[in-house]
């Protein structure tokens, strides 16, 4: 019964088969044994997947259905929702990824033997991928000050965390076997792998001081192996003297003075003992409430499914299994997760797979890596790879944890700390000092946690205000660097120049942690419209003497229409700037382009970090001849375009051709169907559904992997299938050989049967496209197995596919007019606002 668990509807159930719903509807009507619907709506019910695949299979109409369309279709028809499903299957494909004979052997029963099986193999698995936080000393290891004990409550992996709803069970080790294992569980790091709890030589004993309190009590943390009784994961004072370090909080108030004492906004770094008296004051009995609350034990970001759990996934899961056999398990989960962030792309803020590699290359090779918004890990997953590297992640989302946790464990052998929180009120890693912090933060937060925090420690450099998020991330992220480690954060326009924040950016100046500020272009992230920024700082270890920034505005490699940015010339201007200026602390003017500021030129009162601002305009010094010669080209286009404006149209009777669809075409062997993948094993340009809306050539490129790219051909035919819009490319010479990306699917006729031009002509009806698409709250897809087009000889195809390249011609040679138009109109403002250009 389980593996009737998934469910599809109708939709689900013409994709599986390349039908249109029409057909679906009429198959329920005229065959008496057709699955009957197991939930759903009356008038949108839904099927169980495994009945629709044994009937359509005993139909004859499952063969030609990919196995990637089949699990895909069971992943979003799973009764828990596609993030859980996603999860269970990255979890086994893990497995696979690690332990294949263990999955071989759990796999050859049936469902339930499968299931009872999976938790144990998979706790295995993930703890060994996603061990407990281990304390180093130094770069990259725990605070200066902070207890030698292992970590308590460990971030990554700590399945053991809070096991008992009596917290009696609490500091449960990652190797624990014993999750949630009951109200009762009266030990302190109990179960089945206790002994492997805080092992480390030099803590051999948890909460061995005779003085230390109960384990978590209702506000006074205890003291763990720490001679000095430091408050588990309390933050420690950040860039403050070591001195500071051994206490995370001001000291107790009175019960006469219930304000805590604390530093006012302007100086926020609390109080702390002096040199001669490290071990901060403890609260007297008569005043037991600490001065703030400790933050609670951190999440961790997966937890090993159980086997009831897991039952109803078997199908998908032996699914998955099949489709790593046959492209890796790392593809496969790559496929999967790219198929479902495709598909919501409302819901998640992405960091594009270009962005992520150049912010990788700022913040240069590191051992520790943390990301502490890391989303869907495309940061943490751009980080060369070194040995024994680990990479700390932290999400406010569970899902999005889990997931990033699941990624970087398929993509590397680095060890993989993930958590889940909001990590500015509740950090999961507060004695982590990495070697680089990368960072999408989300931008224009208000509820960021402004009130509560106001006497956090990480405020080194200033008290962010309410409208000041990014400020925060900021220092977040410098407070959890080692001394000389790096940062790299995307960052809004606004952040450089706001005046609420004007005083933090002047102390990130004038201390030298804020080392350049590059302006990227339009559309290079989310949100498109606007130019963001990247923010590449460093944990000053020393004053620089006459300290400068590095400013670079990359502004003019914008892409033209929704191609988006050139980025092999964004990534070339911005690596050749920065690298000149770390090695000699200043770089080369660029006019335009890049500048070295002294940090003395910036403290103004408005502290404007904006590099458009402070950079020359370039310089133009043939601006006249230039404009000359595109006035020329305009011209000859012009001429072009109206020798190739199509005649007269003539009228035609209204003609019924007899109408076949795409899929069918493709089942009868006429053409065959590919879709964009992932990646590939060799680095080619890469069409882009961008690239063949806009009408240009290649631009975009696809991560390394084992996944056989699918390569273009001239006289194949490329459809976007999201964004609504009624569009067919005829791929020529000139663009043969690119990969397809992704959200396009790829044509290729029998030129025995088909013409090229006829097919992608049909293709592009209005009428058409809008029968075959499909329509959410937000976007529109496009279902190309019903797209329709007409049966004629072929020797009538090609008389109409003459007038489609002929109308197509006349397309691009307006675009092109249009393009040019725009470069001579926008040459002639710039020349004549900067002087280059006489108005006579």
């Known amino acids: 019964m389980q593996d009737n668990a998934t469910e599809v509807t109708a939709a689900g159930i013409a994709r599986l088969a390349g039908v249109g719903r029409a057909a679906v509807s009429n198959w329920r009507r005229r065959h008496a044994d057709f699955p009957k619907p197991v939930g759903g709506t009356e008038t949108s019910p839904s099927f169980a997947l495994a009945e629709v695949e044994a009937w359509l299979r005993k139909q004859g109409k499952l063969a030609e259905v990919p196995l990637r369309e089949r699990v895909w279709q069971q992943l979003v028809g799973h009764p828990e929702g596609p993030l859980t499903a996603l999860v269970h299957a990255g979890c086994v494909l893990l497995l696979i990824h690690e ?35 281990r304390g180093r000393a130094g770069r990259g290891g725990r605070a200066p000050g902070a207890g030698t004990g292992a970590a308590v409550n460990a971030s990554v992996g700590g399945e053991g965390v809070n096991t008992s709803s009596t917290g009696s069970g609490v500091n449960l080790g990652v190797g624990a076997a014993g999750v949630n294992a009951g109200h009762g569980a009266p030990i302190v790091n109990a179960g089945l792998r206790a002994s492997d709890v805080n092992s480390d030589s030099v803590a051999p004993l948890v909460n061995a001081d005779s003085e230390t309190p109960a384990v978590n009590p209702a506000l006074t943390p205890p003291a763990v192996n720490s001679p000095t009784s430091q408050p588990v994961n309390a933050p420690p004072a950040v860039h403050t003297p070591a001195a500071v370090h051994g206490t995370a909080t001001p000291s107790a108030p009175t019960p006469s003075a219930p304000t805590p004492s604390a530093p006012t906004p302007s100086a926020p770094t609390p109080s702390a003992p002096t040199p001669s008296a ?4 403890a609260p007297t009995p008569s005043a037991p409430t600490p001065s703030a609350p400790t933050p609670s034990a951190p999440t961790p970001a997966l937890r090993p499914p159980t086997g009831p759990q897991l039952l109803p996934s078997a199908p998908l899961l032996r699914g998955a299994a099949e489709l790593a056999a046959e492209i890796g398990a790392r593809q496969a989960f790559e496929f999967l997760l790219g198929r479902h962030l495709d598909a919501n792309p409302r819901q998640y803020t992405l960091t594009p797979a270009d962005l992520a590699g150049l912010m990788a290359e ?67 890693h ?13 931008f224009n937060e ?25 400020l925060a991330w900021v220092q977040h992220a410098l407070a959890r660097l080692a001394d000389g480690g790096s940062a790299v954060l995307l960052m809004p326009p606004a952040a450089a120049s706001r005046r609420s924040g004007r005083r933090i950016r002047a102390d990130l100046l004038r201390r030298g942690a804020l080392r350049a500020v590059v302006a990227l272009p339009v559309g290079a992230a989310p949100p498109y419209n606007i130019p963001l920024h990247v923010w590449v700082l460093r944990r000053p270890d020393r004053t620089p003497a006459a300290p400068e920034v590095l400013l670079v505005d990359t502004g003019r490699f914008a892409g033209e229409g929704r191609g988006g940015p050139d980025w092999p010339a964004v990534r070339e201007a911005v690596l050749d700037a920065w690298r000149a200026f770390e090695r000699a602390g200043r770089s080369a003017e660029r006019p335009g382009l890049a500048r070295s500021v002294p940090v003395i030129e910036l403290l103004d009162d408005d502290v404007d970090l904006a590099p458009a601002r402070h950079l020359p305009p370039a310089a133009v010094a043939d601006g006249a001849e230039q404009l000359t010669a595109v006035r020329e080209r305009l011209g000859t286009t012009l001429r072009l375009t109206t020798e190739l404006t199509p005649p007269p149209a003539a009228p035609a ?94 044509l290729r006729p029998d ?44 020797d009538e195809q090609r008389r109409y596919g003459a007038r489609f390249r002929a109308l197509d011609e006349f397309e691009r040679a307006l675009r092109h007019a249009s393009r040019l138009g725009d470069q001579l109109v926008r040459g002639m403002y710039d020349g004549l606002t900067d002087g280059t250009v006489a108005p006579g």
């Not at 999955?103 to 193999?121: N, Q």
């Not at 946790?405 to 999961?428: C, F, I, K, N």
Request: proline residues 8%; contains cysteine; hydrophobic residues 40%.
């Open 430 to 442: 507060p004695e982590l000092r990495a070697d680089a912090v990368l960072c999408h933060p989300p």
């Open 99 to 133: 332990r294949s004979t263990v999955w071989l052997d759990a796999s050859a029963g049936s469902d339930a033997r499968l299931a009872a099986m999976l938790p144990g193999a998979l706790e295995e698995v993930l703890t060994a991928r996603f061990g407990s936080v």
């Open 751 to 794: 030129r025995t049967a088909l013409d090229p031009w006829f097919l992608a002509g049909f293709l592009r009806g209005t009428a058409n496209n809008r029968q075959a698409s499909s329509y959410a709250s937000t976007a529109t897809r496009l279902d190309v197995r019903r797209l329709q087009l007409p049966r004629l000889p072929l």
């Open 278 to 281: 490290p071990t901060p004051s």
């Open 653 to 746: 009777p209204g003609v019924r051709w007899p109408l076949t669809t795409v899929g069918e075409l493709a089942r009868g062997g006429a053409l065959m169907m590919r879709t964009g993948g992932n990646g590939g094993h060799a680095r080619v340009p890469v069409l882009t559904d961008h690239d063949v809306l806009a009408g240009t050539a290649p631009s975009g490129t696809l991560p390394e992997s084992e996944e056989e790219a699918v390569l273009t051909e001239p006289g194949d035919v490329v459809v976007p299938v999201l964004g609504g819009g009624s569009v067919a490319r005829v791929i020529d010479d000139a663009t043969g050989g690119a990969a397809l990306g992704r959200n396009l699917v790829l």
């Open 362 to 428: 700022l913040a240069g090779p590191a051992r520790t890596v943390l990301d502490p918004a890391c989303g869907t890990g495309a940061l943490l997953r751009a980080v060369d790879t070194r040995p024994d590297q680990e990479l700390y992640a932290q999400d406010s989302a569970p899902d999005l944890a889990a997931l990033t946790a699941l990624r970087l464990a398929l993509h590397s052998r680095a060890g993989v700390r993930g958590a889940v929180g909001d990590t500015l009120r509740a950090d999961a």
């Open 446 to 470: 208000r509820n960021w946690g402004h009130d509560e925090l106001a006497y956090d420690p990480r405020w080194e450099y200033g008290f962010p205000a309410r409208t000041e998020s990014e």
